[in-house]
């Protein structure tokens, strides 16, 4: 599950950096569902000096862009790959974002 991959990248990268208890990340919905990645965290940091750590998630929606000069936030995940007007494939302009923004 891609959650679950983004979750112990997290946790191995924030291991590498001071936190003082807070971490803020930025993700992408189109790649991971913000709640389950939440949920996951959490289950992996019981019991670790993560447990405690207050994680703000800061979302980016997705926005597809097609050659058609379609662009717009998808309705459907259908429209993650085809565009609804010309039913070509639409390039992916946000919404894979998986950044550790602070510490
Ligand atoms: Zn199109």
Redesign the pocket.
């Known amino acids: 599950m891609q959650e679950t991959d983004l979750v112990m990248n997290l946790m191995r990268e924030l291991e590498q950096r001071q936190c003082n208890g807070h971490a803020k990340v930025k993700l992408g919905t189109a790649l991971a569902d913000p709640a389950k990645f939440q949920d996951i965290f959490s289950n992996f940091s019981r019991g670790t000096y993560f447990e405690s750590l207050n994680l703000e998630i800061e979302t980016v929606d997705p926005v597809i862009s097609?050659?058609?000069?379609?662009r717009a936030s998808p309705r459907s995940p259908e429209e993650l790959s085809i565009?609804?007007?010309?039913?070509?494939e639409?390039e992916l302009e946000q919404g894979i974002e998986f950044e550790i923004l602070e510490p």
Do not use: T
């Open positions: 097609c050659s058609c000069g379609y565009c609804p007007v010309c039913g070509g639409p």
